[in-house]
DNA sequence: CGTATAACTAACTAACTAGTACATACATTG
DNA sequence: CAATGTATGTACTAGTTAGTTAGTTATACG
């Protein structure tokens, strides 16, 4: 008997249950939002998804904007517990940029709902994530795992000492989200679909060198040499 | 006296000008689209925003949607003319790569509109793009640039024999894009404006860097001994 | 048990929004 | 200078959409 609830042991839409009535709102949403953006996403379509109505929309959230914002903030807050997985300490800092490098890389391909979602952000200004206080001062787990393994590859010679994080970060984020976020205008202009499982290997290692490249060219001031 | 009348040379509000009433829709349509999206913007809104009415929207463009796919038509044709300008034929490949780049982030800086209309289209999978028939054969003047410039790199045994124009286009404009499309949750998340103008010299030669530094990189075969 | 409260539903509304009907002024040309 | 099509403005409408009102039902807890 695979009862859902303590007292109910119908299979049947389980009556009450806020725990479940909030996350799938909170799924549906994602969807939605991210499919269509803020603007164009419609309450009703929302709430007609879900097995509830759009009245708990209200009873839960309080409006279309702090759904989204909710929307958001489970968004980002799963993917840094993600990126909080990532460990590459006990690598030497060369792979550990690439394994660093892949590991976004797979993220961003299989989060392509996130990757919406800030795109959408970015046409708002990012007025919502500002005004979200947990969005605001949440912590960066991959620009952290990053910022050491940067620290290690100088200390050992292997990097270039101006190598910033931030922007190290950016380049690799540059690459992935492009590929994701801009794969239907690239794909109609020069008829190439950047997520083609075909070509993920070769993008992979690509963005892999490009970095690699990068940390590894000589920055014009006297290096230890190895 | 201000007469408004046909013979009027006067500067007041032009009476009749088509070509003037089309050209302003379409450029506050542009700033309306981009600033709010296809479903952010309003119809009612550009209207207010022209010298004109509403009605000329339907008269001249028949609907919102086919406005917008107008405006889309003219951001594209018009970046396709500023592409086609740039001459770089003359300049050694690794100069050539060097300011085909640069011209290609100041591009992208220079037109956060365009950008966003991208973003937005990507929203919509570029169904609008799709459907345009101006827009789906357009040819892409940036491409061909780049193409000749890396059959003249390999040819003088400078550039890695496997680099694919597309591929290298696709690096150029993932960092450009990137820097300008996600601004703002950039700058929310870590506190740094890409746009800064104290980080424009930096960012643009680090595209530079990056993409040489890849193009130069031995590709594992044989290759012409410098 | 019974009652307070949390979870929930259905139906409603006020405001908005894309699109249109209709009337008319202007300009070109025969 | 008539007449005909192009360009334009005003006022309207039908449908949509976020948000609300007014309740009902389940459950926890004394």
Redo the contacts with the bound molecule.
Sequence with gaps: MATQ?P??PAAAPA????E??RSEILAVATREFADKGFAG????EIAAKT??????I??YFG???NLYIAVLELAYTGIRALERQVDVEHLDPAEAIRRLTALTFDHHESHPDFIRLVSIENIHYARHIVRSEILAGLANPALDTLTRILDRGRAAGQFRRDADPIDVHMMISAFCVFRTANRYTFNAIFKRDMLDPARRDHYQAMIGDLVLEYLTASDGRPAPTA
Aim: hydrophobic share 15%.
């Design positions: 609830t007292e109910s009556a009450r249950d806020p479940r009535t996403a419609r309450v009703d097995r509830t109505t759009k009245r708990m209200y009873y409006g279309k904007e």
